[in-house]
C-alpha cells in the first residue's frame, strides 16, 4: 500500500467525521445525564415541598383559629369585668 494511496481526501473526511460525531455523541450524552440529574432533583425538591405544604395552615384555617382566639379572649375580658365589678361591689359594702 503507497503511503499517498493511504492518505486520501475520503479518508481525511472519514477521520473528521468520525472524530465530530465521537464528541457530538459524547455532548448529548453528558446532557442526557445531566437531565437525568435534574429530573432526579426535581423529584426530590417536589418531595421535599410537598412535605412543607403538609405542615403550613392554610388562611381559612388560620383565619377561624384567630376568630376563635378573639373570641376566648372576649370572654376573658367579660368575666375579669364581672370579678372586677364583684370586687368593687364589695369594697363598697365594707367601707361605711
Not at 440529574?37 to 392554610?58: F, M, N, P, W
Request: with cysteine.
Amino acid at each position: 500500500m503507497n503511503p499517498q494511496q493511504f492518505l486520501t481526501i475520503e479518508w481525511a473526511f472519514g477521520l473528521v467525521v468520525s472524530i465530530a460525531i465521537t464528541a457530538l455523541w459524547r455532548y448529548v450524552n453528558s446532557q442526557a445525564e445531566m437531565d437525568k440529574e435534574l429530573a432526579r432533583d426535581i423529584k426530590h425538591l417536589t418531595a421535599k415541598l410537598h412535605e412543607v405544604e403538609k405542615g403550613y395552615q392554610s388562611k381559612d384555617d388560620a383565619r377561624h383559629e384567630n376568630e376563635e382566639i378573639k373570641r376566648l379572649l372576649k370572654e376573658i375580658k367579660d368575666d375579669v369585668k364581672e370579678v372586677s365589678n364583684k370586687i368593687n361591689q364589695k369594697a363598697d359594702k365594707s367601707c361605711p
